[in-house]
């Protein structure tokens, strides 16, 4: 099970100022469960992991199966929560040098789309395509997202002219709403096969859907393990306070807020983990940054970023603080060797294993860290393979959950998010825009005089 240490969050929050909040985490727990929180349509998450049935999974790895055996490559089309779960999993839990080995590899290569509208991006995607034998899995509730319904009205086209119509049916699946919208009737009418974005799981809550199963059971790994993970902390986060991770982990950060330790550093010592950061980073600032609130979530890799951010970290504003994630045991061995000229001076490491010189650089940095005035919690999970991404996940999930109703959000909308759109429709001309176009034309024309 996770573990959590929250010792060097002192003394900016002492031990026993965190007991205060006991009776507001219970309440904030109990107005998720009774669905009377802001935003209480979009709860579907909170028991996700353990509504989750074997059949229903059994359904899922058919689908991945026919996949792998179609495809030599599957693009993952979707922006936000539709690709940044999936791809946080498949990142963490693939061979660092994957693309390198695609002689050994059994399972297709897993690309992402639609979460850009780069030119060069798409071009360069598609031409790699050419001649292969692709796959689509096309991720979108509405089906009008812009990015995401470019690249696969591209990647449709594309598809059916390498592979054929028949084919494409096969190869194609859509990820959308049960019932309306473009994807929908798109899915409908082609015969793809489609899975249900649940109505009350917004996108950032969504791994454990099939936006997020279906690319990882593709990719070749154990679904079955990531969702066993997410269910037992599911369980472990509906305890009180004192036995939960996930709620004390949402009341130390809350606490550091209130002391005016407005940013968040997430922190990993493991490159596999640079994209489940990614995925924090949307599910926290999206869901919390709003009414001019919220703590602004930001990543580095360490000890990579120790040569660039350290620096700011060490000696900078005092308005952060730091969350590292640890993995106790890494996946492999590795003894540095010893070398008779010993020019670098590190002879005295032969024979120790790497993953220990990388603990005592977290254990340094943390102390340097603590001593330059940067509180520290440290989330360390025992291994990085699937059950384990399952827990931490779900702990994510429900710390975001519950911090929110410390704050007085509603952690389930996003209204800042339609701005940009709104500019862009007008910006572009689009049918049913005339008035915003007129509009934004004027006011750029002015800005300009």
């Keep these: 099970m996770i573990k959590l240490d929250l010792t060097k969050v002192a003394p900016v929050v002492e031990a026993t100022e965190m007991k205060d909040y006991a009776a507001r985490v219970a309440a904030a727990q109990q107005s998720l469960e009774d669905g009377t929180c802001p935003g209480n349509d979009f709860l579907g998450w909170l028991h996700l992991p353990s509504s989750i049935t074997p059949e229903f999974l059994a359904e899922v790895k058919a689908v991945a199966k026919t996949l792998r055996e179609e495809c030599e490559a599957v693009v993952v089309a979707g922006i936000g929560g539709s690709y940044l779960g999936a791809k946080a999993v498949i990142e963490a839990l693939s061979n660092s040098f994957q693309w390198l080995v695609n002689d050994e590899r059994q399972n297709p290569t897993i690309l992402f789309a639609g979460n850009n509208i780069g030119e060069d991006y ?18 979108s509730k509405s089906g009008t997202t812009t990015e995401t319904a470019l690249a696969f009205r591209l990647l ?14 096969k190869v194609i699946v859509a990820i959308t709403d049960a019932r309306r919208g473009a994807a929908r009737t798109c899915a409908d009418k082609e015969g793809y096969k489609s899975f249900v974005i649940p109505d009350n799981v917004g996108g950032r809550f969504s791994v454990l859907t099939p936006v997020g199963l279906l690319p990882i059971a593709v990719a070749g790994f154990d679904i079955d393990e990531l969702v066993r993970g997410a269910k037992d902390m599911e369980q472990t986060a509906a305890l009180p306070l004192e036995e939960n ?22 922190a990993n010592y493991q490159p596999k983990l640079h994209f489940v950061a990614e995925w924090w980073k949307q599910l926290f600032g999206e869901s919390e940054g709003k009414d001019k609130k919220g703590i602004y979530p930001a990543s580095v890799d360490l000890t990579t970023d120790l040569h660039s951010m350290g620096q700011w970290i060490q000696d900078g504003e005092r308005t952060i603080f ?22 670098d001076g ?73 701005a940009y759109k709104k ?16 509009a934004i034309r004027e006011r750029i024309a002015g800005e300009k005089r």
Aim: one cysteine or more; a negative charge.
């Design 122 to 139: 798409l071009s360069e995607l598609t031409t790699y395509l050419r001649g292969k034998r692709f796959g689509v899995i096309n991720i």
């Design 156 to 169: 449709k086209k594309q598809c059916e002219e390498q592979r054929g119509k028949e084919t494409a049916r």
């Design 245 to 266: 991770p996930a709620a004390q982990y949402a009341v130390a950060r809350y606490a550091l807020y209130t002391k005016g330790k407005k940013i968040e550093i997430l």
């Design 322 to 343: 730091e969350t590292v994630i640890s993995v106790e045991t890494p996946e492999h061995t590795l003894l540095f060797p010893s070398d008779d000229e010993n020019l």
């Design 346 to 418: 590190l002879n005295f490491l032969a024979g120790r294993r790497v993953d220990e010189v990388n603990k005592m650089a977290e254990l340094g940095t943390q102390l340097a860290h603590v001593d330059g005035g940067v509180p520290n919690i440290r989330i360390a999970i025992d291994r990085l393979d699937a059950y384990h991404l399952g827990q931490l996940i779900y702990f994510f999930e429900k710390a975001c959950g519950i911090h929110c109703q410390l704050l007085g959000v509603n952690a389930f909308n996003q209204p800042g998010v339609e």
């Design 423 to 438: 500019n862009m429709f007008a910006l572009l001309g689009k049918p049913g825009y005339e008035k915003e176009t007129e």
